[in-house]
Each structure stands twice: as structure tokens, then as C-alpha cells.
């Protein structure tokens, strides 16, 4: 994995062909609205007083766009070549005027990129693809559930982080799970022949599935040079 491009140029490096849309959520105490920005402005993400923005960013292929984004809450040039670069390690950052997070969710047999930035009064999502992975919040926003709506910025931001984590954990009961169940079948056998037979249906049902998984977290965890 590569946490630098050394490169002057913002460009998306991932394989996602979703094509870059926005969502606009605006809430307050006792208000919820949402809408798709047809092109990103300035005017269209104003903070009204006691307001919150959360802006759900699908796909990363038009950097321009996503170089306007970030530019406008303050993000620099590192930190928006990090949301780029699909190949970036996990991480967590605290900078002057935000917080920032590098991660990943795993869904499936894939690994889909995830980037979380947030203000004092805005939280901003990327995610390579059109990934439902934050709906159950954004239906949390518009209900007001555990009166969510008149929670700082900060707090959305760390449920948000919470939903990655859990996917991450969840990911590595999935795998310790398969692996248990190998050794299970494997302690049942009760002769050679009985370990040969066994050896070969838990290869074909518990063992590649098992180093699929362990394969994509690992690869997506290793911090390279």
C-alpha cells in the first residue's frame, strides 16, 4: 500500500467507475432535509444558524469535484490525495480545523474505500461506490433517533467511524468463526481415511472462503512503504 503518490496531480487511482454524485443532508434540532446537488457550490452547502451538513459523496472519479469539496472545508492538498489514493492505509488524523479518517468497509468478497472529514459544523463521506453502508444513519438523521439531530458534528462523525470499526471487527469474527469450525471438523475424524475425506471438504468449504477474507483484510491493513 502507498500512503504518498509523490505526484503534484490529484487523480483517483482505484477501480470504481460510479461516477461522483452528492448527497446533501441538512438538519438541525427540529429539521431534516435532503436533497442531490446537481453540481457542487459554494452557496449550496451555506450553513444556516444551528445547522449541520452532512454530504454523502459517491464515487471518486471526478477529482475535480471532489478537489472543490475539500477545498472549501478546508482540507489540503495531502489530504485530499489520501481520499484519492485507493491504495492508502488506515488512519486516523486530527488536523487544526477537522478530523480526518482513511478506511475501508468490507462487504462481500470486495473492499470498498472510505473517507470521513469533519468541521465544526459539517461531515463529509467519500465512498468509491454507490454502497448503502451509512443508510441506516441517514434514516437515524431524518428520525431523530436518540435525538441525534441536535448532536454536535463531532458525534455523527464518530457514529460514522463506529459503523467502520464494526465492520472491521465483524470481518475477523467472520474469519475466527470459519477457522473454528475447520478445527472442529477436522478433531471429529476418527481415522486416517476419515482426515483424508475431511481434509478435502473443508478445503473446498471452509478454506478458500476463509483465505479470501483474511487475504482482503490483510492486503488492506498492511502499511507499506
Known sequence: MKNNLL????????DSRTKTHIH????SAGTFEETL?????????AVGADEKIWLRIHGL????CIEAVCTHFGADFLTIQDILNADHPSKVEEHDGFNFMVGRIFQSDSAVQVRLMQGEHFVLSFVEGDSGFFDDVARALRDNVLRIRMRTADYLFLVLMN???????????????????????????RNERDIGIQLHRTFCRHFIRTSSLFFIFIRHQYTGP
Not at 505526484?7 to 482505484?14: I, P, S, V
Not at 446537488?37 to 452547502?45: G, I, K, M, Q, R
Request: hydrophobic content about 45%; charged content about 25%.
Open 7 to 14: 505526484t503534484e496531480q490529484l487523480a483517483y487511482n482505484g
Open 37 to 45: 446537488l446537481d453540481a457542487f457550490t459554494p452557496e449550496a452547502v
Open 61 to 64: 472519479k471526478d477529482a475535480a
Open 163 to 189: 459503523g467502520v470499526i464494526s465492520n472491521y471487527v465483524s470481518l475477523a469474527m467472520s474469519i475466527g468463526d470459519e477457522l473454528d469450525d475447520l478445527e472442529s471438523e477436522l478433531l471429529a475424524a
Open 24 to 27: 446533501l443532508i441538512r438538519y
